[in-house]
């Protein structure tokens, strides 16, 4: 049992690449979570879907776009990469109101 | 606006010891909370949650309390074991989890 695993770990993009950030799970979570951590800033919730087929905006959505074509997959597209959003990024499932995260990728825009 | 706070940074430990971390939230709609532990490199797992019906929940050497009136609620671990050294970060659930910005504990020998 896999849970969540997100592609790649790691990322090098330059300024006004784009790329997608593969998410998929196999729980069957209806919920799932992208979330991007910058240093003292926590976790911030970029987008959500509550199922497949619905997507919402979450804190930071600017610069991200989301797709929910089924349950397991839920890929973060990054349009133009600038700078600021060089971070770590985090998928996550919910079930019993706990996440459930993958390992993180880290991207990294010069 | 950050409605989930976790005001410490970073706190250093002696292993044995009780380590206290605190976090303060702004909205009284908040109903459960969480606990989550991060190492570098790995995403956050769940450690310890509780519910606004009650004040205290504890699991092992963790234990979280919640004071409503003040908004308030801390997670004490005891005894603090080197293995405990992460960063911790509280959440609070609505429709979505709000993350305070962690807490980085150290627990040294």
């Known amino acids: 049992n896999a849970g969540v695993t997100q592609t790649p770990k790691f990322r090098i993009l330059k300024i006004g690449q784009s790329m997608t950030l593969q998410c998929t799970q196999d729980?069957?979570?209806?919920?799932m979570y992208w979330y991007r951590q910058d240093p003292g800033m926590g976790l911030k919730l970029i987008y959500y879907s509550v199922g497949a087929g619905i997507t919402d905006k979450g804190e930071v959505p600017n610069g991200y776009n989301v797709s929910r074509s089924t349950t397991e997959d839920f890929p973060l597209r990054l349009e133009l990469a600038a700078p600021s959003q060089t971070s770590v990024y985090f998928c996550?499932?919910?079930?019993?109101?706990?996440?459930?995260f993958g390992e993180g990728s880290r991207l990294t825009v010069l | 606006d950050q409605q989930v706070k976790q005001n410490s940074p970073s706190l250093s430990v002696q292993e044995g010891r009780i380590s206290i971390l605190n976090c303060d939230y702004t909205?009284?709609?908040?109903?459960?909370f969480l606990w989550y532990k991060k190492y570098p490199a790995e995403g956050p797992t769940f450690l310890i949650s509780?519910?606004?019906?009650?004040d205290k929940n504890e699991d092992g050497r963790f234990t979280v309390f919640l004071n409503k009136s003040a908004k308030h609620l801390s997670l004490h671990i005891v005894p603090s074991q080197p293995g405990d050294s992460a960063v911790y970060f509280c959440a609070a659930n609505t429709d979505k989890l709000i993350f305070g910005t962690g807490t980085r504990l150290q627990v040294f020998p």
């Open positions: 729980m069957n979570h209806n919920y």
């Open positions: 909205n009284s709609m908040f109903d459960y």
């Open positions: 509780i519910s606004s019906i009650k």
């Open positions: 996550a499932t919910l079930a019993a109101g706990e996440l459930f």
